[in-house]
């Protein structure tokens, strides 16, 4: 069996190959990936292709096949490793780590959303309404996390624009009990531009195009994607994504996971009046700047729930301390405009650090108490921002590259400080690697 799979498919392991070059590994991973095997197996590391489709391997029966088994004594999947580490969780009451890393568009997400299916399926079947509860909230937060955290890029349709560590917590008996998640680097500028072919924040669209004409009118909006300054760039993209049914879906996850209805039209509020701000223009009256559309300024007001003259001010002044004294000084056109285009920045990453604060407080482990239960453990899902390289760089990719350079170095270090430790107590013969 294992001679067939060699033959067919080719390795299944990188490990077992005779020769070990760049032109070996790239044939062996093609003719996997045109056999369908979309998986391959570095000693403990899975290396995955995206297919860009949907494929039938990751039903119940798929899970059934890896559930409680051996890394090894199944081909080469995802789940294998999400076993492993629930597994290593369980037996030796450690917290575990499994980390997501590659190219942009390559399906960490993916990847991410179906390891906590996975372990949301295989923890035991429990009567415990609790228990249930928070596997809900840990699947539901994802597709709120994905609305306003993700984005089309030309590489993928659904590109975290964001970095996500999630932790999620068991008890002593290995059931899911809550969560924790860290976001870094929200990649805020696309809030204001967009290269061509892309689109902003996926919550603009659907809001837009899923809104009710009710909740449109109260928010001053129209459907034309093209009316907004700010999302005008990629308003009329053909993609995949139905941003109508998308809305809908959101706002149900929202709900389930517990936003109060109230929250729920507040973030509706902040998402317009940053599409409304991104519509405003200034004129100059001699070397003074003004606000062309006054209408628009009320608008903003009203959505952000202030005055309109303290709109006003903050788009046209800005506050400098000069040692014990305060003034406001006016804003040229040009800053007034970069003072705008900073505004809407702020204001969209304070609401989606308020969204994982809130799907936090909802997700975090409550009574839980450690002198009766037993101590809980953690595994630790980390999904960040893939390597991306573009015509024109900006600051976002450098700083998404150093990260991912460096989570990569810190991987390939303990891999092989792992590596040598083992060499050295078994008694082989080795050549030292110097770790920088």
């Given amino acids: 069996m294992a001679e067939q799979e060699s033959l067919e498919f080719g390795k299944a392991d990188f490990v077992l190959m005779d020769t070990v070059s760049m032109p070996e590994f790239m044939a062996n991973l093609r003719l996997r990936f045109e056999k369908g095997r979309i998986y391959t197996f570095i000693g403990e590391v899975v290396v995955s292709v995206n297919p860009y489709k949907l494929l039938n391997i990751y039903g119940r029966d798929t899970i059934e ?14 789940f294998a490793i999400a076993d492993a580490a629930y597994k290593a969780m369980k037996r030796r009451s450690k917290d575990t780590c499994i980390v997501i890393s590659g190219e942009s568009g390559a399906g960490k997400t993916e990847a991410s959303k179906y390891i906590m299916q996975y372990i949301a399926a295989i923890t035991n079947p429990s009567q415990r309404a609790e228990v249930e509860r928070v596997k ?58 967009q290269q061509p072919g892309e689109r902003s924040f996926h919550s603009f669209y659907q809001l837009l195009q899923g809104g009710s004409d009710q909740i449109l009118r109260s928010l001053h909006l129209q459907k034309s994607l093209s009316s907004y300054n700010y999302i005008r760039v990629g308003a009329q993209l053909k993609s995949s994504i139905n941003d109508a049914a998308e809305f809908k879906v959101v706002a149900e996850a929202m709900k ?12 509706y509020k902040i998402l317009a009046a940053i ?31 202030t005055k309109t003259d303290m709109v006003e001010k903050a788009l046209l002044y800005r506050t400098v301390a000069t040692g014990r004294d305060i003034i406001d000084k006016q804003h040229t056109e040009q800053e007034a405009s970069y003072g705008r285009d900073a505004f809407a920045k702020a204001i969209y990453e304070r609401l989606f650090c308020w969204i994982v604060t809130r799907i936090n407080d909802i997700i975090e482990v409550k009574n839980y108490d450690t002198t009766v239960h037993g ?27 150093y990260c991912n350079e460096k989570l990569q170095q ?13 060499y050295q107590r078994e008694g082989i013969p080795w050549k030292h690697v110097r770790l920088l």
């Fill in 375 to 401: 101590k809980n453990t953690v595994i630790g899902v980390l999904d960040i921002y893939g390597f991306e390289i573009f015509d024109n760089n900006s600051f976002e990719q450098f700083c998404i590259n």
């Fill in 136 to 193: 809900n909230m840990l699947l539901k937060s994802n597709c709120v996390l994905e609305a306003f955290g993700n984005a089309k890029t030309n590489r993928n349709d659904n590109s975290s624009r964001f970095g996500k560590y999630m932790d999620i917590n068991f008890d002593f008996k290995g059931d899911p009990i809550g969560g924790h998640i860290n976001n870094y680097l929200l990649e805020k500028s696309r809030v204001i531009v």
């Fill in 275 to 305: 599409l409304h701000l991104g519509n405003l223009k200034f004129v100059v009256d001699g070397d003074t700047p003004l606000i062309d559309n006054g209408k628009v300024v009320s608008i903003i007001a009203e959505l952000l729930s």
């Fill in 65 to 78: 096949q890896y559930k409680g088994r051996e890394l090894y004594e199944r081909p080469p999947h995802l």
């Fill in 410 to 422: 810190l991987f390939i270090q303990l891999v092989l400080k792992q590596e040598q430790e083992e």
């Fill in 256 to 267: 389930v996971i517990g936003f109060k209805p109230e929250e729920i039209q507040t973030v």
